[in-house]
Nanobody
Framework: VQLQASGGGLVQAGGSLRLSCAASGRYAMGWFRQAPGKEREFVAAISWSGISTYYADSVKGRFTISRDNAKNTVYLQMNSLKPEDTAVYYC??????????????????WGQGTQVTVSS
C-alpha cells in the first residue's frame, strides 16, 4: 500500500486548503495531524465506500473529508483555518477492521505528511 499526501502550504487564518491523498487501492482512510511538541491526533476518517465520515470535534463544521474512488484519492477540504490547525498532516489507510477509527495505531499504512501552516 502506498500513500502520497499533498496540498499543504501556508495560509492566513480564515483561509482554506485542500489536502489530497493518493492511494494504491481502495481502503478506509483517515487524516491525522501532529503539531510540534504534541502527539499525533485524529482529524477525520472516511469509510472505503465514502458513505460514512467521522470528525474530531475541533474540526467539525470546518473540515470535510471526501473521496473519489475512481482515482483512489481521499481529500480533506479545510475551511476557516485557525493558527491552531498548524501541523503536519498525515493520511493513513486501514486495510481491514472497523471504520471510523480515531486511534492512530489501528491504521496500517501512512503517507509521508504534508505541512499546513496557518498564520494569524
Amino acid at each position: 500500500v502506498q500513500l502520497q499526501a499533498s496540498g499543504g502550504g501556508l495560509v492566513q487564518a480564515g483561509g482554506s486548503l485542500r489536502l489530497s491523498c493518493a492511494a494504491s487501492g481502495r481502503y478506509a482512510m483517515g487524516w491525522f495531524r501532529q503539531a510540534p511538541g504534541k502527539e499525533r491526533e485524529f482529524v477525520a476518517a472516511i469509510s472505503w465506500s465514502g458513505i460514512s465520515t467521522y470528525y474530531a470535534d475541533s474540526v467539525k463544521g470546518r473540515f470535510t473529508i471526501s473521496r473519489d474512488n475512481a482515482k483512489n484519492t481521499v481529500y480533506l477540504q479545510m475551511n476557516s483555518l485557525k493558527p491552531e490547525d498548524t501541523a503536519v498532516y498525515y493520511c493513513a489507510a486501514k486495510v481491514y477492521g472497523r471504520t471510523g477509527v480515531t486511534e492512530a495505531d489501528e491504521y496500517h499504512y501512512w503517507g509521508q505528511g504534508t505541512q499546513v501552516t496557518v498564520s494569524s
